[in-house]
């Protein structure tokens, strides 16, 4: 529990969860893959037209599939947003593949599309855009560049679900797709996932490494008479006490959306005039996007004040917090060759950027008192 009045997120509940968990154990099945896990599936599967959608321990273990079915080896390469959360990174690394680092665009902060080109080599085997805060990255140009190239690409889809690019679904355009359901996202069951397969080439691959290397998925669908092990794989099944709890928060999408866009428009239309006397950049939206509403940032002008900003509202009870370091210049980023300069905006914008509280039971006297207080910081400090 935080220990600020105003907490940076309280993971949202709908209050149906607690009897959806009751009729799981009811039920008698509690592994994975039972009624809710189907139920939680089918309306990602409906609601986005995904042809497949396979529920995961996390978007850390999607991303890890995905790598998997892609059959990464040392040498390969994938190009990645260095400014990102580090399992987007890490899953490829993990299979031996060496990331390669994309600068953002500075008005969206997703993957700079315009910079791609440059980092395709004949080893490049994948892109992995992330739709920041839920906005989407320029879709047609990344795949445009990966069609011509032969490379895939693999959304990372953790802050985009119901948000669209040109009237498509965010995680419909790459070959896979990855979901987040932690209880920092704006859907959650504590950790949770799921991977989203557009390319029905990879639909039976992936359910063999979901179910540990076996065709145990064929075997319950009656299609093989005895189940084997027949590939790599893992473990990566919610049980499904963690389904129910899910299904409960995507039957509520609608509520759960408009409560977020009302937060999200409420912060916008109170903060503008002052972030622009200040020289505060607030969120860019591009018209072609439907955003998803994941949280609210602003970029400072300096570090020195973000630091002073976030001790300003932490003196009134508020927790706003920072985001992602650039991943290239991490320890192990730079293990992978990265180094100071490499993507400019990515290590501008980090030192500047701030998120403020955001989360589904926010109340307008939640939101007012941290506006009030936003309204109020001193700039002379
Ligand atoms: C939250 C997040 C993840 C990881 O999600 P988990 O479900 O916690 O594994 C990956 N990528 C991005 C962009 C995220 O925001």
Known sequence: MSSFPIPFNKPGVTGIEQSYIAEAIASGHLSGDGA???????IVQEALGVPKVLLTTSCTHALEMS???LDLKPGDEVIVPSFTFVSTVNAYVLRGATPVFADVREDTLNMDETKLEALITPRTRAIVPVHYAGVGCEMDAIM???????????????????????????????????????????????????????DPRHAERAEIIREKGT??????????????????????????????????????????????????HTYYDALDDWACEFHVRMPVVPEDCDQAYHMFYMLMPSLALRTAFIDHMKSRGILPVFHYLPLHLSDMGRKFGGEPGACPVTEDISD??????????????????VIEAILDFDWKV
Not at 222 to 249: C, H, I
Not at 250 to 259: K, N, V
Not at 360 to 366: A, I, R, V
Request: proline share 2%.
């Open 36 to 42: 809710f896990t189907k139920r939680a599936s089918a």
């Open 67 to 69: 790598a998997m079915i």
């Open 144 to 198: 445009d560049i990966a069609h011509r190239h032969g490379v895939e690409v693999i959304e990372d889809n953790a802050h985009g679900l119901f948000g669209k690019y040109k009237g498509q679904w965010l995680g419909t355009f790459g070959s896979m797709a990855t979901q987040s359901f932690h209880e920092t996202k704006n859907f959650q069951c504590g950790e949770g996932g799921a991977l989203l397969i557009n």
């Open 215 to 264: 065709n145990r998925s064929r075997f319950f669908r009656g299609q093989v008479d005895k189940y084997t092990w027949v590939d790599v794989g893992s473990s990566y099944l919610p049980s499904e006490v963690l389904a129910a709890f899910l299904t409960a928060q995507l039957e509520q999408r609608d509520a759960i959306q408009g409560a977020r866009a009302a937060l999200w």
């Open 352 to 369: 500047r950027l701030v998120r403020l509280p955001f989360y589904n039971s926010m109340t307008p006297e939640e939101q007012t008192r």
